[in-house]
T-cell receptor, first 114, second 113 residues
Framework: SAVISQKPSRDICQRGTSLTIQCQVD?????MFWYRQQPGQSLTLIATANQGSEATYESGFVIDKFPISRPNLTFSTLTVSNMSPEDSSIYLC???????????FGDGTRLSIL | AQSVTQLGSHVSVSEGALVLLRCNYSSSVPPYLFWYVQYPNQGLQLLLK??????LVKGINGFEAEFKKSETSFHLTKPSAHMSDAAEYFC???????????FGGGTRLMVKP
């Protein structure tokens, strides 16, 4: 399966600032997704990152708060904007290689907002 | 729309005992079902997947799951628990193998010596 590198692995940020999380894959993939895992909770899909076009957001998530880029088939970024303590979560990137393969996940970014 | 229910947010077993983690799903189309494991401070690792082939699916680390359409279930089992199995386990469903996943609430497995 693809090797997924997510950066940073963790960060502590100040309220009102923004952080960009990077997801790099070692091979071209067809699909890339971003999930949020709030403390003690399950995973919730934020959006599907579309190559060369705007991401597809799930209900409850908006582009102004979580802008996403996917300039090519191996790289995507998620920005958490104007952060508040409620944004403290683990953010995970996942990818699908194609051909009916399942999703594989990066190690996640553990984000704490003070 | 799909949904997943995992019965029991916490399960505790003794080392060497049977592990049974329950997952029930709801799907308007034939589902693709997955079990993932999350170890502390790590991402999710795929344990096994069901994609409409054999109903009994074998995965990594000695885990297996059986798809039962009549019961809309996909329970995860392992005959003998090991201390290293202590982790969070997530059941997930999608409409295709590579599509977005809907996760259950997760089950934390604790293994007692």
């Amino acid at each position: 399966s693809a090797v997924i590198s997510q950066k940073p692995s963790r960060d502590i940020c100040q309220r009102g600032t923004s952080l960009t999380i990077q997801c790099q894959v070692d091979s071209q993939v067809t699909m890339m997704f971003w999930y949020r895992q709030q403390p003690g909770q399950s995973l919730t899909l934020i959006a599907t990152a579309n190559q060369g076009s705007e991401a597809t957001y799930e209900s409850g998530f908006v582009i102004d708060k979580f802008p996403i880029s996917r300039p090519n088939l191996t790289f995507s970024t998620l920005t958490v904007s104007n952060m508040s303590p409620e944004d403290s979560s683990i953010y995970l990137c996942s990818v699908v290689g194609g051909g009916g393969q399942p999703q594989h996940f990066g190690d996640g970014t553990r984000l704490s907002i003070l | 729309a799909q949904s997943v229910t995992q019965l029991g947010s916490h399960v505790s077993v003794s080392e060497g005992a049977l592990v049974l983690l329950r997952c029930n799903y709801s799907s308007s189309v034939p589902p693709y079902l997955f079990w993932y494991v999350q170890y502390p401070n790590q991402g999710l690792q795929l344990l096994l997947k069901y994609t409409s082939a054999a109903t009994l699916v074998k995965g990594i680390n000695g885990f297996e799951a059986e798809f039962k359409k009549s019961e809309t279930s996909f329970h995860l089992t392992k005959p003998s628990a090991h201390m290293s199995d202590a982790a969070e386990y997530f059941c997930a469903v999608s409409v295709t193998a590579g599509n977005m996943l809907t996760f259950g609430g997760g089950t934390r497995l604790m293994v007692k010596p």
